[in-house]
């Protein structure tokens, strides 16, 4: 029992800004009305109307086809954040720079497990792969999460390709749609 508490304990606490970060909960939190789902909007508009709050990231958690040459999986671990995702979160670039590995809307970061599955011993940076037949350039790579953390992915892209990607659902201006962390 003490190793499982153990376990639940340490979990995120490799970030070193961690006490700093919080995830917002929808409904009635410490009840089972509670869920960590928000809109789109909301970080966006809390940053702009509440002084104090130094940044926001939203992230989302998809599925979908990525193809290189003749390479193709359905993945499911691919988050979708927001460009500023490593400067919240302290996972390890292996390649890439954290101030601009997500700075372009079409870049995608993959972890070293989807770089050996995708491209074995070739250098991945700038190579294009698609996600759902759309084309992103590979601008990082970042060392497998550790087990002991909330968020497990295997890419990394831009959150507001959530509607090109995604759906044909214009999740950015819906204020009902609660399907979001930040």
């Known amino acids: 029992i003490m190793f499982w508490i153990w376990d639940e304990m340490s979990f995120d606490n ?6 700093r970060i919080y995830r917002l909960v929808s409904g009635t939190p410490g009840s089972d009305q ?29 599925e979908a ?33 954290k101030s601009n590995v997500l700075k372009d809307i079409n870049s995608i970061v993959l972890t070293e497990t989807s770089v050996n599955k995708y491209f074995a011993e070739e250098d991945p940076i700038n190579k294009i792969v698609l996600l759902n037949d ?10 497998d999460p550790p087990d002991n953390t909330y968020h497990q992915f295997d890419f990394l892209i831009r959150f507001e390709k959530i509607n090109e990607n995604m759906s044909n659902y214009d999740y950015m201006e819906c204020w009902g749609c609660y399907n979001f962390e930040t």
């Open 14 to 19: 490799f970030h070193p800004e961690g006490v």
């Open 34 to 62: 509670a869920w960590a789902g928000t809109p789109a909007q909301l970080g966006p508009e809390l940053m702009k109307n509440i002084p104090g709050i130094e940044g926001f990231v939203r992230i989302d958690q998809k």
């Open 65 to 97: 086809v990525i193809q290189y040459e003749d390479k193709i999986h359905n993945e499911t671990g691919i988050l979708l954040v927001d460009s500023n995702f490593f400067d919240l979160f302290s996972y390890t670039l292996v390649k890439g720079n």
């Open 134 to 143: 759309i084309p992103y350039s590979i601008s990082g790579v970042v060392e």
